[in-house]
């Protein structure tokens, strides 16, 4: 039977209210560097996010991706256990429940953690075409965040390298660069008694520690924001072949909250049909190298602003936060 009635499937997203801003990387050279910076700034200073196109990523390669991290979460658990995610390291396998980004309530997906392309990170046996797939997709994401990062100099009017140059060790492991690619599952929702996922979660609310985000996501929907000065949760939506970006929480320092640290969280989405199906999603979270003191000074001279404040470093910061936040995390 066919439904009649199809209003109810359509869905009020950020997206079919043209709400994000999108920003072309096509032929993204020296030329482009200006426009892509100054539409950055802008995306970041007034929403938080915007929606890159053009950026040179094939879909294929995202979805070969997921497809990857799908045969990893069919493996048998003892093997998956080898690369669990273990205490006091970013990288690894982390299965549903174990994160809590409210202290309590579990969070429902599965996450797999990359923060340097070695063999410890990424597993060669029994899936021989995983960590290359992955370190290929890994790469393209730090080519664009390269490019945006030398963009953002440019619009901020900072000396040249200042982003780059203390970006320079992204990938080269979490103890002097925390940047990370993650792949994530969020298994579809099969509820045996109703409401009985009620008050459960994808990913509770949060904003990103970084720089920046990159977020490549398939159509099944769930990710909501807060744009700047609004509590409302709005559906972001899905633009096809597009990545989103999203402003951290350490650039909103670095910037004295000029750009914007983007609340985000994933939902599990009202209409059954999607809420029955799993979604993917990879995330790059780009980071500053541990050791960079995170001084607004440095992007914005402020005379009026005294010397004796105390700068932290990028790494002290994530602690900070780590501490204030998550001290049950497991
Ligand atoms: O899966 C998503 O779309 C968002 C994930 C996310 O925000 C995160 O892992 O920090
Ligand atoms: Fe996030």
């Known amino acids: 039977m066919i439904k009649n009635k ?56 995202i979805k070969g991706v997921w497809d990857q991290f799908d045969n990893f979460l069919d493996l048998p658990a003892e093997i998956q256990d080898r690369y669990r995610r273990k205490n006091g390291v970013n990288y690894g396998y982390v299965s549903p429940g174990i994160e809590r980004f409210d202290g309590k309530t579990p969070e429902l997906r599965h996450t797999y953690n990359i923060c340097k392309l070695d063999d410890q990170n990424l597993p060669r046996e029994p899936l021989p075409e995983f960590a290359d797939e992955i370190t290929n997709l890994t790469n393209d994401f730090k080519t664009i965040s390269s490019f945006l990062l030398k963009a953002m100099e440019v619009a901020l009017e900072v000396p040249p390298g200042l982003f780059a140059e203390n970006h320079s060790q992204m990938l080269e ?30 990913c509770g609310a949060h904003v990103d520690y970084g720089t920046f985000t990159l977020l490549s996501q398939d159509s099944e929907g769930g ?58 999603s990879i995330a790059y979270f780009v ?23 105390k700068i932290y470093t990028a790494y002290e910061l994530i602690q900070k936060k780590f501490n204030d936040t998550y001290g049950q995390r497991s």
């Open 173 to 202: 492991g979490d103890d002097v660069n925390m940047t990370t690619l993650r792949m994530i599952y969020y298994p579809a929702i099969v509820d045996d008694e109703p409401g009985q996922s009620e008050g459960a979660i994808r």
């Open 6 to 61: 199809i209003a109810d499937d359509k869905l009020d997203t950020l997206v079919s209210k043209s709400v994000v801003p999108i920003i072309d990387l096509a032929h993204c050279g020296k030329t482009v560097v200006n426009r892509v910076g100054q539409q950055l700034h802008k995306a970041f200073t007034e929403k938080g996010i915007a929606f890159l196109v053009n950026h040179g990523i094939a879909d294929e390669k």
């Open 287 to 309: 980071h500053p190298d541990n050791k960079t003191p995170i001084d607004p000074q440095d992007i914005q001279k402020d005379e009026a602003s005294s010397s004796n404040e």
């Open 223 to 280: 990710l909501e924001v807060q744009l700047p000065g609004s509590e409302k949760w709005q559906r972001v939506g899905h633009l096809p072949g597009a990545i989103l970006i999203n402003g951290g929480e350490l650039l909103s320092i670095w910037t004295k909250q000029r750009y914007h640290a983007l609340p985000h969280r994933v939902v599990i989405p009202e209409q059954e049909q999607i809420r029955t199906r799993g979604r993917h």
